[in-house]
């Protein structure tokens, strides 16, 4: 049950320090800092969630086993490997299609990995469901 909890910890921290990156001058040294901070809260989601498996038993999901949710996992360790890789093209080369890459990734694992993903975990029968709504 500790996986959960620092799973959720670490998801919902993730939450507010990307938006807070999304809205802040890009390329400063505080941004770099902050986006290798939210880069890890995401590693550390992600590597978590190898760890929790469906307690739903319903014909859609099996006991004790991945759900499809967990398809979000190589989503979202693929997508900051390649932003991560796309940066730093970026530096090397100036070309605006990495920056842009780098953008468009982070905001896709924001969408996908946070709020998605997040969303999910409110649906009847899940842990979050049981606590937020009873």
Do not use: C
């Not at 901070?37 to 590597?47: A, K, N, P």
Request: without cysteine.
């Amino acid at each position: 049950m500790t996986i959960i909890y620092v799973h959720a910890f670490f998801a919902l921290a993730a939450v507010p320090v990307g938006l807070y990156i999304f809205f802040k001058k890009k390329g400063t040294k505080q941004h770099r800092f902050i986006g290798r901070v939210w880069v890890s809260f995401l590693l550390i989601v992600s590597f978590t969630a190898l760890f929790i498996t469906s307690p739903m038993t319903d014909t859609v999901f099996n006991p004790r086993f991945y759900s499809w949710i967990h398809l979000l996992i190589p989503f979202t360790v693929g997508n900051l490997i390649y932003s991560v890789w796309s940066i730093r093209q970026f530096k090397k080369t100036k070309l605006e299609k990495h920056k842009n890459a780098h953008i468009y990734s982070m905001v896709g694992v924001y969408i996908g990995a946070l709020l998605v993903a997040g969303a999910f975990t409110l649906m009847p029968g899940r842990m979050f469901h049981e606590i937020i709504f009873g």
